[in-house]
């Protein structure tokens, strides 16, 4: 069976269906019988852009709290270098918020 990990984006809820596009068109979410299969919940993000930083929303010195979606997915670890680098080439922020872990119970991937 493959390793799969999970894929943890956060964006601003104008960038999140092209960004879903690009992991549906990356082969995240497949399994033996569906594919696409993706989460997104709605998120407060909170962060201070500092004196170099070119923000996306908020001011440089002040504290920002916005609203954000949380997208997740999953796929093979063997494919997530390339996913990661395709989703900061189309995110808007300057330094996109994207984590990558592994799963130990690998529940989506069917292989059969």
């Known amino acids: 069976m493959s390793r799969l990990v999970k894929i943890t984006i956060l964006a601003p809820i104008n960038a999140t269906e092209s960004i879903l596009k690009t992991l549906r068109d990356s082969g995240c ?3 033996a019988q569906y594919d696409s299969w993706s989460v997104t ?3 407060v993000e909170r ?3 500092l004196n170099d ?3 996306y ?3 440089t010195g002040s504290l920002t709290a916005g609203i954000c979606h949380k997208i997740e997915v999953q796929c093979r670890e063997s494919q997530w270098p390339e996913i990661v680098e395709k989703i900061k080439k ?3 922020y300057e330094k996109p918020a994207i984590e ?3 799963l130990l119970y690998p ?3 069917n292989e059969r």
Request: charged share 10%; hydrophobic share 40%.
């Open 29 to 31: 979410g497949k399994t």
């Open 41 to 43: 919940s709605t998120a």
């Open 47 to 49: 962060y201070r852009p």
């Open 53 to 55: 930083a070119k923000p």
């Open 57 to 59: 929303i908020g001011v």
């Open 90 to 92: 189309i995110h808007p």
């Open 100 to 102: 990558v872990v592994s």
């Open 107 to 109: 529940s989506l991937i």
